[in-house]
């Protein structure tokens, strides 16, 4: 999310709770500015958000904030909502909360030292509702570290299902984004499990741009699961997956069709020559960048053409047979 946006978003704070104009014109830094309301607050009873965007706190994570706040002290004051029912929910900070009480139960680390990271500075506010909860947590997320897809996703689902927005328009409004997008997101958290726990396993890699191309298929979850898999672990373009969707969809006939109209697209060669010179290439499975450089030479491929060849080429046997008969076939006509 841009920093414009943000800022918008927090423009727009006024749908949440009527009176509040001085704070929507206010920056998401503006909310964390010290005055007279940061104390020093016991971390026991505060409760993470339920809304809060971020869904993955890793113990090295944790662990770096320990250490910095052990050697720089706390530069930054929690955010804290305080409900009428007394509960403590953490809206901004909930990394520097845990970080505290690791501190706090450090065998390693003297009494009095303990003891002081069984409180944290905090800004307790006392005028925010659940819904307040939910976009300032996404804001404040998105400015210091930046969401991925994936736990954008999910915090607009739970929001949208527990109620704090009647419609993804409205949630759209609140956060200073388009619906469309809102849309998108939300296809990731609500993709089937198997689908959806590959995405969590990939965050930074799986956008929903990139999603998208599979959860949108009608292919069976296994495949689904194979594809965004391999498009995380091997760094694959959009174009590619969009490839192998659509060669997966269409089942045996897709490879031959491709071929197909790859011999259509040859502008001098002739398919006889075409499939002597390929022949010689692929009778070595270990020599498929020549074959791919060949092919882009010879038909003037695209990127994503080359990177679905380069899987065709995984089976040079049957392609070789295929080309051989695309040259007897155009022979005969």
């Known amino acids: ?52 965007s971020r869904t993955v706190y890793t113990p090295e994570q944790v662990s770096a904030r320990a250490l910095s706040l ?94 704090l927005f009647a419609t993804q328009q409205e949630l759209a409004t609140a956060y200073g984004i388009d619906q469309s997008v809102v849309a998108k997101l939300q296809g990731l958290a609500t993709a089937p499990d198997s689908v959806r726990m590959v995405i969590m396993a990939h965050p930074e890699k799986l956008s929903y741009t990139l999603a998208s191309e599979v959860i949108m298929s009608e292919l069976q979850l296994e495949i689904q699961c194979k594809l965004l898999a391999e498009a ?24 031959k069709i491709f071929l197909r109209q790859m011999r259509d697209a040859t502008l001098k060669w002739s398919s006889s020559s075409r499939a002597k010179s390929l022949e010689l290439v692929l009778k070595s499975k270990s020599d498929q960048l020549s074959a791919v450089t060949l092919l882009e030479s010879v038909f003037q491929l695209e990127r994503e053409e080359r990177e679905l060849l380069m899987e065709l080429l995984q089976d040079p046997i049957w392609l070789r047979t295929q080309l051989s008969q695309e040259a007897l076939d155009s022979k005969e006509a």
């Open 232 to 255: 995380a672990t091997q760094n694959k373009s959009r174009s590619w997956l969009r490839a192998q969707v659509a060669l997966a969809s269409s089942g045996n006939a897709g490879p």
């Open 70 to 163: 052990l050697n720089s002290g706390q530069a930054q004051a929690i955010l804290v909502a305080e409900m009428p029912d007394g509960q403590r929910y953490v809206v901004d900070g909930w990394t520097r909360t845990l970080a505290s009480r690791q501190l706090e139960d450090d065998k390693t680390l003297q009494e009095d030292r303990r003891a002081y990271f069984a409180q944290i500075d905090a800004q307790v506010r006392t005028d925010l509702t659940m819904r307040d909860l939910a976009v300032l947590s996404y804001i404040a997320n998105e400015e210091h570290n930046g969401l991925t897809d994936i736990d954008r996703g999910i915090a607009f689902h739970k929001s949208l299902q527990d109620g």
């Open 1 to 52: 999310m841009a920093k414009r946006d943000m800022e918008a978003a927090l423009a727009n704070r006024g749908v949440l709770r009527a009176g509040r104009e001085d704070e929507a014109a206010g920056t998401v830094r503006a909310l964390f500015t010290p005055n007279e309301s940061i104390a020093r607050i016991p971390t026991a009873g505060l409760e993470q958000n339920p809304y809060n």
